[in-house]
């Protein structure tokens, strides 16, 4: 089973307006990681936000972190038609010994 | 340029062949990574190497084989016993022994004939 689960799976925003990303975990953590992936390509790193922080910023990206919820967001602020993309959270459990676990993903389309 | 390189782009397998994806790097990275995502689903843990000459199996290690015999190569081979091998393969690696912040190779897409 996957630890991350990102909600909603899909998104579909006009050019301008905020997208907002979920991504639920099962269990302690050391950090979480957010990467975009674009069609047919490998994944980007976004940002990455220790289990001691509750809050991120870089550029128009905005990630909270939520250990009591288990759970992380992603905002990403006046969007563009170039963040149409496939946006992942991936989790560093405690216990699982330097393997990074991926969740499903949010599609994001931005229309222009 | 630094990064890590993916070939081929795209492969096709016979059945009951054996075919090996290449993915090197010249980021002078300790740790390298192999997942397999399938459509429009997240990656999953092929095998991770954190040192040269030592890997660990990752989620669904079965029908997959790696080796570790430079800092910049992980090539991994699809071996028949993969019943079900089509799908986006993707090769990581990571400065440090731990999965913080991975750069991605571009995919090798497998498909069977």
């Known amino acids: 089973s996957q630890q991350g689960e990102e909600d909603p799976q899909a998104l579909s925003i006009q050019e301008g307006e905020n997208a907002t990303m979920n991504c639920s975990y099962k269990t302690s953590i050391n950090n979480l990681q957010w990467y975009r992936q674009n069609s047919g390509r490998g994944l980007v790193h976004l940002i990455l936000?220790?289990?001691?922080?509750r809050e991120k910023h870089s550029g128009r990206l905005r990630v909270t972190l939520d250990t009591s919820k288990k759970s992380s967001s992603l905002l990403i602020t006046a969007s563009r038609a170039a963040d149409t993309a496939s946006y992942f959270c991936?989790?560093?459990?405690?216990?699982?010994?330097?393997?990074?676990?991926f969740g499903g993903g949010t599609r994001v389309l931005v229309k222009p | 340029d630094g990064g890590i390189t993916q070939s081929p782009k795209y492969l096709f397998r016979k059945e009951g062949q054996n075919v090996t994806l290449s993915c090197e790097q010249n980021l002078n990275h300790d740790a390298m990574y192999w997942y397999r995502q399938d459509p429009g689903q997240g990656l999953r843990l092929i095998y991770y190497?954190?040192?040269?000459?030592?890997?660990q199996k990752g989620d669904i290690a079965e029908g997959y084989s790696v080796s570790r015999e430079k800092k910049e190569s992980f090539p991994l081979t699809v071996t028949s016993a993969q019943k079900n091998p089509t799908a986006f393969y993707l090769c990581?690696?990571?400065?440090?022994?731990?999965?913080?912040?991975?750069?991605f190779g571009s995919g090798t897409q497998l498909s069977v004939l």
């Open positions: 990581a690696s990571s400065i440090g022994a731990g999965p913080e912040k991975l750069f």
């Open positions: 991936a989790t560093d459990p405690k216990a699982a010994g330097n393997k990074l676990t």
């Open positions: 936000i220790r289990s001691n922080e």
């Open positions: 190497s954190q040192i040269v000459n030592d890997f």
